[in-house]
Each structure stands twice: as structure tokens, then as C-alpha cells.
């Protein structure tokens, strides 16, 4: 069960608010990181191994970006469940290389006076172009969601588990928070 995008970014942001928890908290291990990965790269991995995609859309000048890689991405409950459960894809949304996934291509869309962005990001974010956008795709590759914006390491905790568990095709987000996700936090 697919929910609407505008009913998922509600409760996404919601999970900003939310008390701290354990995911919050934690302090990264030495040399703990996300085993980022090119598209590229991650589509080759894919083509013999399914499992769903986590793409961190950003630009160099996106200082929430930043913020982002900083605090959340070096999390230690986010890098050992990204690192886990899904391909991680950094993605430049304005890279002027081409990227080639099967028989598809994508390239840079200059719009004149340096400025552009790249096809691929825009497709992946709906056009709808916000830094940082994070975006989940499933096992075929299929869309499950774009989140935009900055996301702190426990609201980012939640939602890759509320994703990589297959609870989005289940139950609605603030069910899973109140539920599935304390109660995994009780056995810890």
C-alpha cells in the first residue's frame, strides 16, 4: 500500500519533532561511515543482487546538505542500517557526466550562465528540485518515496527502517512510530 507523497512528507516531518531516541544518541564508531556508492555503481550491484536504493540528492553550494553528511549520515544506528539494508547513492544533482543505467541516459540540462542541474536528479525528485532530497527506491527500482529536505539522524533512523522494513507497504507512518519502532527500541 503506496501512501500519498504530500500524507508521507506530513509524517516525515513529524518524525522531526519526536523525543530522542537511541538512534539520536549514539556516537559513530571510529571510521564507521556509509559505504556511499555511485549510481553507477549501485546498478551494477543491483543487477545482480536486488535490494533497495537510498539516494542522497545534494549540490556543493547546499549547506543543509552539509549539515546532513555532518550529523546524520555519520550516526552509528544510520550508517550500520543504510550499510545493511540498502545500496547508498550520493548524487550530485548538477554533475555534468552523463549517467548511463541500461539502456537509458541521462545528462546535465544547462540553463545558461553556469547554472543547470542534471536529468536524473530531476526525475528522481518529481521536478521538483530541493537539496537535500533523500530518495528511497525499492527492489526494481521502482519509486517509493522522495523526502526533501534536512533530516536529523532519529527522524532519518525512522524512516530507513520504516522503509527498509517493508512497514510503508503496511501500515502509516505514525503507526509505525507509535508501534513497530518504539517496541524495537524496548528490546534493545
Not at 549540490?59 to 549539515?67: A, L, N, P, Q, R
Not at 550529523?71 to 542500517?81: E, L, P, S
Not at 550520493?90 to 550562465?113: H, M, S, Y
Request: glycine residues 6%; aromatic residues 12%.
Amino acid at each position: 500500500m503506496q501512501k500519498p507523497l504530500t500524507l508521507l512528507l506530513a509524517l516525515f516531518l513529524t518524525a522531526l519533532t519526536t523525543a530522542s531516541t537511541p538512534a539520536q544518541t549514539e556516537k559513530p564508531p571510529k571510521g564507521g561511515k556509509i559505504n556511499w556508492l555511485t549510481i553507477e555503481q549501485a546498478y551494477a550491484l543491483y543487477q545482480k543482487t536486488p535490494k533497495k536504493f537510498v539516494i542522497d540528492v545534494y549540490t556543493d553550494w547546499c549547506g543543509w546538505c552539509k549539515v546532513m553528511d555532518r550529523n546524520t549520515f555519520r550516526n552509528a544506528a544510520v550508517v550500520d542500517y543504510v550499510n545493511r539494508n540498502y545500496y547508498a547513492v550520493k548524487l550530485n544533482a548538477e554533475q555534468r557526466e552523463d549517467i548511463r543505467l541500461g539502456k537509458d541516459t541521462f545528462r546535465f540540462v544547462d540553463q545558461g550562465n553556469g547554472r543547470g542541474y542534471h536529468q536524473l536528479a530531476a526525475s528522481l525528485m518529481n521536478n521538483q528540485l530541493s537539496y537535500p532530497t533523500t530518495v528511497f527506491l525499492d527492489e526494481k527500482m521502482g519509486m517509493i518515496q522522495p523526502v526533501a529536505g534536512y533530516l536529523e539522524p532519529t527522524a532519518f533512523h525512522q524512516i530507513i527502517t520504516f522503509i527498509g522494513g517493508n512497514h510503508h507497504k503496511a501500515e502509516p507512518f505514525e503507526q509505525f512510530k507509535a508501534g513497530t519502532y518504539v517496541k524495537s527500541y524496548a528490546k534493545k
